[in-house]
């Protein structure tokens, strides 16, 4: 057997855990406006595939800022900020319906195809869109109307899980409308925070640009609580991009409401989404809510991994050697 091949099937034993860990689990992802125009994107959404065979349901917001300025630019306008948010006025929000579409539907474009000899032969995706999110506006913030820039009201997590319990990925667009007709441009973090905590998703994955969140010392931080993660926005966060700054307030606000791992996911790396989530330690940043890692009394099936573990001390020594019937009479 050729080494590669050696090697995938050991790769692929050693995912057996965590495919059955994630199976019917729910995942909001987020994927930026600036992924969908990268060249890794395909790549990407030939595992948000693999996923969905994997019975993982998902419910995938997208962003499309860049797609908003190209379309602004060809224009000949602009946009002003405040806080770093849009403000909306009448004749941008023809644009940016225009570039949120386009965005949506290169996207769902992608979750659609079915080629032979590719990742998505026979994936048989559905993708669903609708109107899950009902929208309110931001208003006056500081004096300033924000005037068809707005926020999330609610979700209908009634409409929304039963799209999910059909097996169809949910795919929302940073645009929503009010009880009373009116369009809103929202930020696809917002959307993406109000949903995971409405559905109570197990995860919340955030595509950035780079692995995650590093240290001082340029180091990549493999995992943060809660309060480690508040306390590295209040030290940190005027030194990281908004970018990077919107995905982390992302991850910390939907454990906030429930969810009990956020992960940051470079959008740039190949495989960098199976490799966070199908292997020991990953190639992002984890935020978790509760307990990372929990004592708890062993029992008869951990035998085969505990052995594993204390083989190499018991071979230097550290520890007696003890054979698989005696620990498991001791358990």
Known sequence: MPA?????VKWFRHSTPYINRHSDKTFVVMLPGE???HTNFHNIVHDIALLCSLDVRLVLVHGARPQIDDRLQVADTFSNF??????TDSESLRLVIQAIGEARTIVEAALSTSLPNSPMHDADMQVISGNFVVAMPYGVIDGVDLQHTGKVRKVNTRSLNAALDSGAVVLLSPLAYSPTGEIFNLTFSDVATHVA?????DKLLAFVA???LSDSEGNLIRQLSLPECKNYLTENGNKISFDL????SACYL???QGVQRAQLISYETDGALLTELFTRDGLGT???????EQLRTASIDDVAGILQLIRPLEAQGILVRRSREALEIEI
């Open 4 to 8: 590669n091949t050696q090697d995938y």
């Open 35 to 37: 992924a969908i125009t």
């Open 82 to 87: 405040h806080n770093h948010l849009r403000i």
């Open 197 to 201: 905590g409405a559905i109570k998703a």
């Open 210 to 212: 780079g692995n995650g």
């Open 245 to 248: 700054q919107q995905a982390v």
């Open 254 to 256: 939907s454990c906030l």
């Open 286 to 292: 984890m935020i978790y809510s509760g307990q990372y």
